[in-house]
Nanobody, 120 residues
Framework: QVQVVESGGGLVQPGGSLTLSCAASGFIFSSYGMSWHRQAPGKERELVAGITMSGGSTNYADFVKGRFTISRDNAKKTVYLQMNSLKPEDTAVYYC?????????????WGQGTQVTVSS
């Protein structure tokens, strides 16, 4: 059974930090690219950061560059999002996604999300 489970969200003051975790099971984790997305109330879901299967390459949305860091531990089947210098506009539900293209079929697995609220 495929599972993607986010954790680590919560309430944090502006300028603070949080680390989100995403634990995966039921599929070959090291064969999937991983990414974090977020969705604020009334807005579209947007990509925050992505990391390749090996962890050798990462990409970030402009609005988080220099503040957020994505990483993965393939032995633990977990991907992380370290978030520093948080702003109120970072408030959103954060979702983890695992995806891969087999050459024939596209696979995509989403978690249920974890709420991050940045407020004083």
């Amino acid at each position: 059974q495929v599972q993607v489970v986010e954790s680590g969200g919560g309430l944090v003051q502006p300028g603070g930090s949080l680390t989100l975790s995403c634990a995966a099971s039921g599929f070959i984790f090291s064969s999937y690219g991983m990414s974090w997305h977020r969705q604020a109330p009334g807005k579209e879901r947007e990509l925050v950061a992505g990391i390749t299967m090996s962890g050798g390459s990462t990409n970030y949305a402009d609005f988080v560059k220099g503040r957020f860091t994505i990483s993965r531990d393939n032995a633990k089947k977990t991907v992380y999002l370290q978030m520093n210098s948080l702003k109120p506009e970072d408030t959103a539900v954060y979702y983890c996604n695992a995806d891969r293209w087999s050459g024939i079929r596209y696979f995509s697995h989403w978690g249920q999300g974890t709420q991050v609220t940045v407020s004083s």
